[in-house]
């Protein structure tokens, strides 16, 4: 007997691209995973901070490397209100092109020599993304960009304010994601729908952060680690770290 073919539909195909691209971290981008997992081991064991930053959703994977369950603690979000969606998305919007407010961010928020900032663009392209990335650099930091390649290099692509991410960045995890974020055709719809880059930049950030876990306890380091405040003894756990920022 024949078993029946597995049904298609849009959430199925997405899952199935999103989990290629998930696997793609493991083959073709396990090298700058890798070495953004030594640059933030090394920051921490040299007595450097972690910065994350990102406009629109990318600043979701801000949030993520900050007071995380099983995140290290040692990690500050650069998150400016302005550039979330809660309030007015076309103003987000507005201000990620807005050139100038990234030096005042990053002279307001602090980064120093041997840090560490990763930095979260889709598109690589807004001048607020690049003017930061300029910023943090001349501070002496190490950038760690999440970005799509394939869109910023497209012709597709919103004109972009040179240099992009990833051509500015020292280490570069590229995504995958296709044009304009969005993965899947639906009959009818004149929008692709399902959106890769929070998925698999969340997973790729998550990995670094295990790996650089790895290489510290290696190193016979004991790094800060959160416990989950929904658990018996994360609120005890937690409250013996050392947070700062």
Known sequence: MTAAAPETSPGREYLAVTRDLI?????????????????????????????????GHSHILAEELYYRAGGLVGVRPILFE???????????????????????????HGVETGDVVVVASNSGSNTTTTELVAAVQARGAVVV?????????????RRPVLPRLHEAAEIVIDNGGAVGDAAVTVAGVDQKVGPTSTVVGAAALDAVVAEAVGLLAAAGVRPQVYASSNTVDGDAANSRLTVTG
């Open 145 to 157: 960009a999440v970005t799509s390649i394939a869109h910023a290099t497209s012709g597709q692509a």
């Open 23 to 55: 696997d793609r971290l493991v083959t073709d981008q396990w090298p700058s995973i890798a070495a953004a997992a030594r640059a933030i081991a090394d920051a921490v064991l040299a007595g450097r901070t972690v910065h994350a930053f990102g406009t």
């Open 82 to 108: 302005g550039f979330m969606l809660h309030a007015s998305a076309p103003l987000s919007t507005a201000l990620e092109r807005l050139s100038g407010l990234a030096e005042a961010i990053v002279e307001d």
